[in-house]
T-cell receptor, first 114, second 112 residues
Framework: DSGVTQTPKHLITATGQRVTLRCSPR?????VYWYQQSLDQGLQFLIQ???????AKGNILERFSAQQFPDLHSELNLSSLELGDSALYFC?????????????FGPGTRLTVL | SQELEQSPQSLIVQEGKNLTINCTSS?????LYWYKQKYGEGLIFLMM?????EEKSHEKITAKLDEKKQQSSLHITASQPSHAGIYLC????????????FGPGTRLSVLP
């Protein structure tokens, strides 16, 4: 158990819909990272937040947005969902805001868009 | 496109055998990380390498980063079924214009 929690575990929705994925980092970790993992694209870095502020952006679509709240939990919002958005979405956390260092991954949310 | 390449793509070995997985970058790496993933689960951090020529070991797993900091290898000695999974290398890639990328992974199966 990494100490990072993600909810829900599974999510099934339809195209065009909007969903919110939630992540609680390990106690004491200030950074939260979001990743998307699919069979064809592999593991892709989406975005990083550090202590409430956006720190780095990766391959995140404009239809996707994220935020980190004062209690440090984070939410990833996916809107106008398409079939290709079906994937495993992972959240990870780390103590520091720099990109170096060990990241602790949550168990993931499996999103299926029908 | 994959900035990090891994080889082999998959590997099947008999329990007790040694094996090596490679991770290659066309650019200098400022931090190389090895993770293990059980199918459909989150990644587990194994090791981090930052200096050219650096080598780290944990139990039966050894990772090295070459002097040019463009290639890393992960070596497992006397493999066990518990080593089975997907091994991914990840890198701090500030000179890729992104921040953190992962290789495509190497799927390891260990036959008892």
């Amino acid at each position: 158990d990494s100490g990072v929690t993600q909810t829900p575990k599974h999510l099934i929705t339809a195209t065009g819909q909007r969903v919110t994925l939630r992540c609680s980092p390990r106690s004491g970790d200030l950074s939260v990272y979001w990743y998307q993992q699919s069979l064809d694209q592999g593991l892709q870095f989406l975005i990083q937040y550090y202590n409430g502020e956006e720190r780095a952006k990766g391959n995140i679509l404009e239809r996707f947005s994220a935020q980190q709240f004062p209690d440090l939990h984070s939410e990833l919002n996916l809107s106008s969902l398409e079939l290709g958005d079906s994937a495993l979405y992972f959240c990870a956390s780390s103590v520091t805001g720099s990109r170096a260092g060990e990241q602790f991954f949550g168990p993931g949310t499996r999103l299926t868009v029908l | 496109s994959q900035e990090l390449e891994q080889s082999p793509q998959s590997l099947i070995v008999q329990e007790g055998k040694n094996l090596t997985i490679n991770c290659t970058s066309s650019k200098t790496l400022y931090g190389l990380y090895w993770y293990k993933q059980k199918y459909g689960e989150g990644l587990i951090f194994l090791m981090m390498l930052q200096k050219g020529g650096e080598e780290k070991s944990h139990e039966k797993i050894t990772a090295k980063l070459d002097e040019k900091k463009q290639q890393s290898s992960l070596h497992i000695t006397a493999s066990q079924p518990s080593h089975a999974g997907i091994y991914l290398c990840g890198a701090d890639t500030r000179n890729y214009g992104q921040n953190f990328v992962f290789g495509p992974g190497t799927r390891l199966s260990v036959l008892p």
